[in-house]
């Protein structure tokens, strides 16, 4: 079992900045696919990055190419989310997850298709 806690969201301007973290337990996280997702009213889950269980493979929405960045650190049971040039279509509340698939190749970048997910953070983007 694994639980994620994400931390981080907040109100920002458009055009700015914010970090998002997710606090991993168990200690097969370093195999594990993870994932960011992100849910605004009224819509769907979407896909927003991903990270392989090195850290080397990483793959993006489209609409967040080049302004966000993941990354993982094993040694500490950490994924975070760096969202830079927001846009007020970011807002959502975004989701850590797990694919408990452990050394996967590529990605998934299906929503639902992981395996955990933590409680959420509210991203709110202003005009």
Do not use: H
């Not at 991993?24 to 769907?44: D, I, L, N, V």
């Not at 080397?56 to 650190?73: E, L, Q």
């Amino acid at each position: 079992q694994v639980q994620l806690v994400e931390s981080g969201g907040g109100l920002v301007q458009a055009g700015g900045s914010l970090r998002l973290s997710c606090a991993a337990s168990g200690r097969t996280f370093s195999t594990y696919t993870m994932g960011w997702f992100r849910q605004a009213p009224g819509k769907e889950r979407e896909f927003v990055a991903a990270i392989g269980w090195s850290g080397s493979s990483t793959t993006y929405a489209d609409s967040v190419k080049g302004r966000f960045t993941i990354s993982r650190d094993n040694a500490k049971n950490t994924v975070d989310l760096q969202m830079n040039s927001l846009k007020p279509e970011d807002t959502a509340v975004y989701y850590c997850e797990a694919d408990r698939a452990a050394l996967r190749v590529v990605p998934r970048t299906t929503p639902g298709s992981y395996d955990y997910w933590g409680q959420g953070t509210q991203v709110t983007v202003s005009s």
